[in-house]
């Protein structure tokens, strides 16, 4: 479980396919601080440590984390934004975060907004997503590429979100432009809620 405020960012130094598996090898100020089989945010996506090696770590994503999320696009020096799991005894400053991502969607539009920058973003949809919660509401929180965000101006396939200077400068939000590809968690509470109202 995250909370999607991001730590840092960590640098691609190494990528290995085998079979229909990617080892990412990442470099990060707190490596010496993580263990095998901790899990770790990445871009959004909740993968597992499967090495440690001084300042450098690794990680393993499988064909079906590669084809729903970003990571597949990823080269080496690429910077993702990354987070450790969530102490329970720690306050939620984001919203409840999975780390399992639902879709990509793409960058559409960038506005500057008086210091602050307004970010547009397009995904897939149809009825049958609506129903089961893939969706974005008013006010709601939706985690972008790791980042708890508050939705505003939603349509059915897109929705736009504000990025203060701060957190521009402190996630990949920095790298992002019109047609980049973006990893999309919809709000837990709302599948829940979709769920039930199916039913």
Known sequence: MFSGI????????????YGGNVDFTFECSFTNELKIDQSVSHNGV??????VDGSRYVVTAMQETLLRSN?????????????????????????????HVDMTA??????????????????EHNSDMVRRGYCTVDKGSVTVNGVSLTVCRPTDDTFTVAIIPYTMENTNFCDI???SVVNLEFDIIGKYLARMMAH
């Open 46 to 51: 909740c993968l597992t440590v499967v090495a």
């Open 71 to 99: 990571l597949g696009l990823l080269n080496i020096g690429d910077k993702v934004n990354i987070e450790r799991s969530m102490m329970m005894n720690g306050r939620l400053d984001g919203h409840i975060v999975q780390g």
């Open 177 to 179: 432009k019109i047609g």
């Open 6 to 17: 991001v730590e840092e960012m960590a640098t691609v130094v190494d990528i290995r396919k």
């Open 106 to 123: 793409e960058c559409v539009g960038m506005e500057e907004a008086d210091g602050s920058t307004y970010f547009t973003f397009r995904h």
